[in-house]
């Protein structure tokens, strides 16, 4: 069966630090695969989209990698700050629907 | 710019009412999307449409229905209520398919059901 799987539950780092967030995916052979922010009690708000054949995108302090062999995507946020704070989701089209990871907790300590 | 707007913010169901859940863009996105988000979990698919007058099922479609007769509106409807749709809902949007833009999401509808 396909599976969207993201190995954090929650990570916590302290600020300037570099957090690396996972999402590994099977049965899947996606195109594109996009990352999401998401506050408490709001919807997601869509931060990078990352083509099959990319090996990694970076906006601002925000660096995504692809890699389509091992199935896996790696999100890092560098000099990482409070308002960095959310929780950080994976997606994943199969065809024509978008699904998701259950997403990673990201707590940044002053 | 109004992006995806979702109606109401919240509602208190009883067992076995029936509500429809109103979501409508303005972005002129052919793709829309109805999500349930349960405390600590991601997001499921519940329903999408790639177009006017076409629907197809999700992950977890059991229990809901869904209608697409113009581009903007994409409402979901509850028949038989249970406490097991206690969620929250999210409707999204995006103007192509697999992947290729980003969704833009509501601010989501916290449904409960007593």
């Known amino acids: 069966s396909q599976k969207i799987e993201q190995n954090s539950e929650a990570l916590n780092i302290q600020e300037g630090k570099t957090a690396t967030l996972t999402c590994n995916y099977t049965n899947y052979s996606p195109a594109y695969l996009q990352w999401y922010r998401q506050d408490p009690g709001r919807g997601p708000v869509f931060l990078l989209l990352i083509r099959e054949n990319e090996k990694e995108k970076r906006k601002e302090r925000l660096k995504v990698t692809f890699d389509t062999t091992l199935k896996q995507s790696l999100f890092h946020i560098t000099a990482s700050q409070p308002a960095d704070s959310a929780t950080y989701l994976c997606?994943?089209?199969?065809?024509?629907?978008?699904?998701f990871g259950a997403g990673t907790r990201l707590t940044v300590k002053p | 710019n109004a992006g995806v707007t979702q109606t109401p913010k919240f509602r208190i169901l009883k067992i076995g009412q029936s509500m429809t859940l109103q979501c409508t863009q303005d972005?002129?996105?052919?793709?829309m999307y109805w999500y349930r988000q349960d405390p600590g979990m991601g997001l499921k698919l519940i329903y999408y449409?790639?177009?006017?007058?076409?629907?197809d099922k999700g992950e977890v479609p059991n229990g809901y229905n869904v209608s697409r007769s113009t581009t903007e509106d994409f409402p979901l409807r509850l028949e038989l209520a249970a406490p097991s749709q206690t969620s929250v809902y999210f409707c999204?949007?995006?103007?192509?398919?697999?992947?290729?833009?980003?969704?833009?999401f509501g601010q989501g509808t916290r449904l409960t059901v007593v």
């Open positions: 999204a949007s995006s103007y192509s398919a697999r992947g290729a833009t980003e969704a833009f």
């Open positions: 997606a994943l089209y199969n065809n024509n629907d978008m699904r």
């Open positions: 449409s790639v177009g006017a007058g076409i629907t």
């Open positions: 972005m002129n996105h052919n793709y």
